[in-house]
């Protein structure tokens, strides 16, 4: 017992090293701050945080700042995350011995969340890629790639020849931790063993990649998760929850009416970035065999996607209604007393402001919370201090175009 209040008093432990650099800019009517994390994507993404790569992710110190700010009243008290992408809430979550869990509409994303915040027996995944190298080893001059159009375009024949060897491989795997983890690094080398570029959101042919051999890839990929789970595993709880699900965040489980989410944490796609869908197209091909599984066949779930992109005025006003009903939802849910993060962030479109800010907090307050405090972000994700500030768009308080972190309470 003393043991782990002491754990937990450290602050030397990796997920309080970068938390954000806050100044207040004003205490009353509402508290407003500034958060800078002037911290680079290497230095944000430890432990399990870089296993999935994640398009539009929040820096881990977001989710951690918050949970560090808003404590559970009880150990049965969780926290949700309603656009839960990659996991980061629920790592950040675990982290701090809080209990959590997400939804998200893509069944990849939750497949991913699940396989990072859950203990794994590192040593079992290893003796599985021993297995599963030896059968590629010996077999190599057997396999054949699937002869499709689209295959063709994005994948040299040689590397979908082994992707398909590997997707074969799990496929026969038994269903369990295991194969869910095995199955996440597969959709985790995707992007980097076709011929799209590597950093560009969405998929784009990059004339000049070198080609990457796919086993290697998995290898690397494989030993490079195992690593980061053994670490977290050693820190971490292997019995608290962190549990994510499929879901319509309009339409939340039936698990969570217990009013036990004394915190929702929501960070929805900002508008006019990108749909999540064709930015996934590559990985939901090579998913596929495996999506009834994990879907439990409730098929054409991506209609359900909130769209983002492009900001003309009818997906400009479908956003809002759905931020609206999406609140809705949480404001059922919740307990009196408890509290909203929103991560937001202003766009424009043809040149001109579109304050998703100002409307969001309008609709969240028609729901019925309470604005009790905005927390402005001066720094991009990623790049270290303002090495961004040349296209940045987000600098403090004074631009117009705000990248937010908004607090209220029910
Ligand atoms: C900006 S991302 C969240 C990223 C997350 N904070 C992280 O760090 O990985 C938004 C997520 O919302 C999900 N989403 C979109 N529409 C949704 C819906 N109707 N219900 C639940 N999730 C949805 C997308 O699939 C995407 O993963």
Redesign the pocket.
Known sequence: MRQNLALFENEDVIYKKYLPQITTLQNKPIKINEWDIPYTISELSYLVHSDYR?Y???P?A??GQILEQILPPSPDHYVL?????????LIEAKLRGIKSYG????WL?VLA?NVKARYIDTADVKKELFKLVTWFENNKENFSSPEDAFVNKWFSPQASRDLCAIQDYILTMNSGAIRDFMLVAFIGIIRRVSKAHDAEVRPHINKNKKERDVISAFSKKISDMSADHAEFNLQTDKNLIADCFI????NLPKLLDDKKCYLV?S????LN?FN?APVYSLEFYWGSPFEAEYTEEKKNFYK???KAHPANEKITEEYFN?LDK?YRETYRIQPNGSTLAI?IGDCTRNGKLIPVIDQTIEIVENIGYRLEEVNYRTTHYGLGKYAYKHRADYHGTDNEKKDGILIFKK
């Open positions: 994640y539009g992710k929040f881990s977001v989710a995350d309603n656009f839960c992408g990659s996991g980061t809430t939804v998200d509409i893509s994303s969340s879901a319509d965040n309009t944490i960070h929805p796609p900002y970035s999540y359900e996607e909130m759905h999406c991560v």
